[in-house]
């Protein structure tokens, strides 16, 4: 990125050339890439329906909550960085609710990843973005390395979504501080085999250019931040910088989140090979809807899916899609809501995508097994499989934000990193809570303990 940067074109030339750069530096740390092309036909044993993966992994993913204050900063195991990065006054429904926009009308047979400069480089505030992920880069590539500078940031064991969040937050409070990140978290989801070092890196562009050998215990980010009198970091960023008023602290937040998902080419091929498995069209509408179904004891005790209010946000979305010749991306927790879908789709004649469930290990999983003990077996059993949880969520995630708008369940985490991905220079995006309370108690049932009405079980409970 560049702060030179005058234009769209220009913008989209430097994204790229970055882009690049990274995949190159990150090639020393992947054993050799999986034949992507195998991927684009199912392996036998799979299951032949677009289910999502195991509910275990799902329920550690996303939020229950619906309060939107609470945001995904919950996921923050350190309170001093969570508090100094998040706004407790802002009200973020004023980013929900919108005016959709109207897309392009002319469909496309094929699917390129773009940045949100890409997307929309004549956005307002674009130029400032790109001034604050500069700084980001320009900070965490310092041009000498040097190890007194070495700090350890610990990423909570929770869902992938809220390690993003935890970890955009540590980026933010490592560039003011002129800190290098090591970073202690093991993600559960990636295939050791395909990348042994089992992190972000796996997926995305390398945070830093700098690599050392740990000696000794490090000391936490927060030491850093205090012996820079450093108390709200993203405060701290938008006065060093000289943002404007409206780059808020969420704001910064999801510049930083940004900054981060930049995929790989690992990440770039798997995207493509999905898109020609399924045949993606562009543009399309996106669709994220978390039932809380395969969770909750709704399901579980009554086997029946009481889905009227998600059935008549399907035909809306169907109808969407058609007055403005699109398509659909569908990402959701709950097999028959699928079916429900087509049913809508088909008599209007729009095409609706997914990423296959075989793709997602998890797919195979018994109903009686967490999802995270599952893996790490699966992975020793199974030595030869070119599958990855982490690579089929990521790039779902990454599919999901390229929609020219989105509808999605705000109240999950995933329906919030749409909204941030999305979220391009200084105008909210185009994504609207479709899913508020997309279920409730059947009448006449004892309401199981850690149960609240319309938001499903409470946090920690299943």
Not at 19 to 28: K, M, R
Not at 99 to 113: E, G, I
Not at 174 to 200: E, G, I, Q, R, W
Request: positive net charge; contains cysteine; charged residues 20%.
């Amino acid at each position: 990125f560049s702060l030179c940067a005058q234009s769209g074109a220009q913008a989209m030339l430097m994204g790229r050339a970055v882009a690049l750069f990274g995949a190159l530096l990150l090639h020393g740390t992947l054993t050799e890439p999986p034949p992507w092309t195998a991927l684009l036909q199912p392996e036998q044993h799979a299951s032949t329906h677009n289910a999502m993966p195991h509910a275990s992994l799902r329920n550690s993913t996303l939020s229950t909550t619906t309060d939107l204050r609470q945001h995904v900063r919950h996921a923050t195991p350190h309170d001093s960085i969570r508090n100094s990065t998040l706004s407790t006054t802002t009200d973020l429904r004023q980013h929900v609710r919108h005016p959709l926009p109207h897309p392009p009308v002319a469909q496309q047979d094929h699917f390129v990843y773009q940045t949100c400069e890409e997307r929309r480089p004549n956005n307002t505030g674009t130029n400032v973005s790109l001034q604050l992920k500069d700084y980001f880069h320009r900070k965490l590539n310092p041009s000498v390395c040097d190890y007194k500078n070495y700090f350890r940031y610990m990423v909570p064991a929770v869902g992938l979504t809220a390690r993003v969040v935890s970890l955009a937050e540590g980026i933010i409070c490592a560039a003011v501080t002129d800190t290098v990140l090591y970073l202690l978290h093991n993600l559960v989801y990636t295939n050791p085999k395909l990348c042994p070092s089992m992190s972000f890196d796996c997926y995305v562009l390398p945070l830093s250019n700098c690599t050392f050998v740990k000696k000794g215990k490090l000391p936490l980010l927060e030491e850093r931040m205090n012996q820079r009198g450093v108390t709200n970091c993203a405060a701290s960023v938008r006065q060093e910088l000289g943002l404007p008023r409206w780059a808020t602290d969420d704001w910064i937040v999801k510049e930083a989140i940004q900054y981060l998902m930049r995929p790989n080419k690992r990440t770039v091929d798997f995207m493509n090979a999905v898109s020609q498995r399924v045949a993606v069209r562009t543009p399309y509408l996106s669709l994220q809807i978390r039932t809380g179904l395969r969770f909750t004891w709704v399901n579980e005790r009554t086997k029946k899916s009481p889905l009227p209010n998600i059935d008549r946000k399907l035909q809306q979305a169907v109808d969407r899609a058609s007055r403005t010749n699109t398509t659909i991306f569908i990402t959701v927790d709950y097999a028959p809501v699928y079916g429900m879908l087509k049913k809508y789709a088909d008599k209007a004649k729009v095409s609706t995508f997914s990423v296959p469930a075989d793709l997602y290990p998890t797919s195979r999983i018994g109903s009686s097994q967490r999802a995270e003990q599952f893996l790490g077996t699966y992975y020793i059993q199974n030595p030869r499989t070119k599958l990855d949880e982490g690579l089929a969520w990521i790039g779902n995630l990454l599919m999901l934000t390229q929609g020219y708008e989105a509808k999605v369940t705000m109240s999950s985490n995933i329906g919030r990193f749409v909204r941030d991905m999305m979220w391009c220079g200084q105008p909210v995006p185009a994504v609207e809570d479709a899913f508020p309370k997309p279920y409730t108690l059947p009448h006449n049932k004892k309401k199981p303990n850690g149960y609240e009405k319309g938001k499903g079980p409470t946090k920690g409970k299943k």
